[in-house]
């Protein structure tokens, strides 16, 4: 069940590491990869500045696909185009129809483009410019035939999100559709558990869910909560959810995706029935997780926090 | 302002690259360190199983302290103890006060304790054993002496964040603040401004912020948004604050982390004013950023989204 293409993802930006931004990329783009059948096998974040050519060396040693975001801006610590092209021993050009792109967004703006702008449109020999209709910096991909040796496909993509998942959307997933050849995406089924641990899982049924063929499965544990992933053919899945029924159907919560707050509200709805919630210790944790499902105010009544 | 410790993050489990599970602890680590005058050099993240030793080795090469979140648990793909024990050649054994600690916490809570639960005591031989108070999984310690050659210090920390968050409290920063000797840990400010774009920063100010001695800068951008982080000597930032407002006085938001819409719903609490918002393209967005903010019920009147 693993994919065939090795996928590196590289997020790079100083204020990922210093925690003022939460890095969100690393899950968008996993999902959005899971639903095609492929999964990204390392990611790595650096700083801006020298480490990003240091971290590329490093996943194009092992990669077929490298996707590296962040950078492209045209300040002083932008640096992952011109890291890529000292990596692979590139040379550096001015696309001059990216360079108009850039121009044309500034003048359809009203705004006049800074010189610090200029260095977006530079690319390495053989580059294919990504269209940006969302910003200033282009996207760059190189095939495989020019990281040479390495022979990795590279993407280089624009940090903000708004930028990033409609080039990703238009620019990426098609190319690696094409690349990894995968006619059937395995299923993915994720069944939300409450009132048990991990151990419990282990115990029970752990033995059971190896011994299924093409089937790979894992969990992911909250106080109170367990969720047990299955990823593979539609009959090893099957197969799994029968085993964990047999043994643990009481603590089923959801096989949909949907949590814990968002089963009880859509039960309530359901039975036309209301909810009040008196809690303590968790100082009205339980009322915020309930009214934060879409719905909810049809059954919610009043909260007491009996701090 | 480098920091002087060279500090790899590891964080492991499927969920955080398939996308399931949003990857938190990056940030919340960064930040925390960033208030010691420390921060993570790379970060990197791999599925559950064997990858997370290779991932390990990597790290150990390059690093003087490597910190690991997950993989600690009692099911078959938490394997970061055993993984660590092999890359770096040591004996595991089972610690007998950490089983007995383990055994307690099942059975001060009338839990039947797994027989999976019993390898959450195994440690390297000579490591450290950090106790969580808040789940199952001990950390570990392994002080630099005992990974040989890569002369690196090891934390291995539990991922669910609320035995994360008190372990990496009670026994990660006091061995970090002994081990990094800083005394006097450098300034951080974050200039936010809005209505401008980055690239009017690198032409109007960016040459200016290089020249100043002992300063370090950085950008984030988002749509209409810039953020300008500092980090320095306090005479630095002093200097570079003076440079900014020399220029973008009118596109200064805040300098303490407030948002937009923090600054102006505390302004219209102050001067006893209320909001009305009609807003079209932005679909509910700018009245959903405000409701936001806490206490702006008393200031917020009416939104209208004409879509």
């Known amino acids: 069940m693993v994919s065939r293409v090795q996928i590196e993802l590289l997020t790079t930006g100083t204020e990922l590491l210093l925690g003022t931004t939460q890095n969100t990329h690393g899950a968008w783009i996993g999902q959005r ?6 999964r990204v096998a390392r990611q790595v974040t650096v700083p801006d500045g020298e480490a990003v050519g240091r971290a590329m060396g490093i996943a194009l040693e092992e990669g077929e696909v490298l996707i590296v975001t962040g950078g492209l801006g045209p300040t002083s610590d932008d640096l992952t185009r011109e890291s890529l092209a000292e990596v692979l021993g590139l040379e550096m ?32 020999v053989g580059a294919d410019i990504l269209a940006n209709p969302n910003g200033t910096a282009p996207g760059l991909y190189l095939p495989p035939v020019l990281s040479g040796s390495f022979n990795c496909a590279v993407f280089l993509l624009p940090g903000p999100p708004r930028e990033l998942y409609p080039m990703f959307e238009s620019e990426v997933v098609p190319r690696l559709q094409a690349m990894s050849g995968i006619e059937k995406v395995p299923e993915f089924v994720e069944l939300k558990f409450a009132g048990i641990g991990e151990s419990d899982f282990h115990q029970g049924v752990d033995d059971r869910l190896d011994a299924i063929p093409g089937l790979e499965h894992g969990y992911c544990a909250r106080p109170g909560e367990v969720d047990l992933r299955l990823i593979g053919s539609a009959s090893s899945i099957r197969e799994a959810r029968k085993v964990v029924a047999g043994t643990f159907s009481e603590e089923l919560v959801s096989d949909d995706g949907s949590n814990l707050e968002k089963v009880i509200v859509n039960l309530l709805v359901e039975q036309g029935r209301t909810l009040a919630i008196a809690e303590s210790c968790t100082g009205g944790l339980i009322a915020s997780r309930c009214t934060d499902v879409p719905g909810s105010s049809s059954v919610f009544r009043y909260g007491f926090v009996t701090y």
Chains 1, 2 share one sequence.
Do not use: H, Y
């Open 33 to 38: 990869l899971l639903r095609m059948g492929l």
């Open 93 to 124: 050009i001015e696309d001059e129809a990216a360079m108009r792109t850039i121009e044309e967004f500034f003048a359809s703006r009203q705004r006049v483009m800074a010189q610090a702008n200029r260095k977006q449109a530079r690319a390495p």
